[in-house]
């Protein structure tokens, strides 16, 4: 299994809602990251979990709110938002092996619309 | 952190071969570089990855030179269906002490037509 799989695909939210993106991974990956894309725009890097502790945190504004519960799982809480962020947010998780750098795998993001 | 610079977009016919340059001047010793391919609306999706001299694998080759300052993603005869962004990045994606500051430079939109 080599799937990051996030969900919803799609999510629609008012500026006083509060809602939860999800990401998981079965392949014993260590590492994952949150990402923010703007339409014709690169990945942005939201947040990095190492071993399940945050390690990065790109001054995202507190509205956003990441937590790695287990090695398997990677969740950004929301809360709040503005229309600016809505975006197509995208999980990515990696793992090291042997003295050598790995691939990131990357689900399909969910589209989000904050209204 | 190693910046990487590529062309903005570039266009090419079904059947022939493509030549991504990505430059990295400031790329450091541990650093790996690793292409991918991003369709709209989907995740980014791995090509290939190398280190130093030539890799191949299925889908693609990239070509790096001693210096690393820059590397050559090719794509042989491509079709429609490799119109798409292709990003290069420099960094390490395994696991150290502090965790990965892993960005997406702007990407080269690859068009390519009949």
């Known amino acids: 299994d080599t799937e990051v799989t996030q969900t919803p695909k799609h999510l629609v939210m008012g500026m006083t809602n509060k809602k939860s993106l999800k990401c998981e991974q079965h392949m014993g990956h260590r590492a994952m990251y949150w990402y923010k894309q703007k339409a014709k725009k690169p990945p942005e890097l939201m947040f990095v979990y190492s071993y399940e502790k945050l390690s990065i945190n790109e001054s995202v504004p507190s509205r956003f709110s990441p937590e790695c519960p287990n090695s398997s799982l990677l969740n950004l809480h929301l809360h709040a938002l503005q229309p600016e962020d809505s975006a197509l947010y995208l999980c990515a998780s990696s793992q090291r092996g042997g003295g050598a750098s790995t691939e990131a795998f990357f689900g399909q993001g969910t589209r989000l619309t904050v209204v | 952190l190693a910046k990487t610079t590529q062309p903005i977009s570039m266009d090419s016919y079904e059947g022939q071969e493509v030549n991504i340059t990505c430059s990295h001047n400031?790329?450091?010793?541990?650093?790996?570089i690793t292409w991918y391919q991003q369709f709209p609306s989907q995740g980014p999706r791995f090509i290939i990855q190398?280190?130093?001299t030539k890799v191949t694998n299925e889908v693609a080759s990239l070509f790096i030179p001693a210096d690393r300052k820059s590397s050559t993603l090719s794509l042989p005869r491509v079709s429609l269906s490799d119109t798409a962004v292709y990003y290069c990045l420099v960094g390490d994606w395994g696991i150290t002490g502090g965790g990965n500051k892993l960005t997406f430079g702007t990407g080269t939109q690859l068009k390519v037509e009949l």
């Open positions: 190398g280190y130093k």
């Open positions: 400031n790329i450091a010793t541990n650093d790996y």
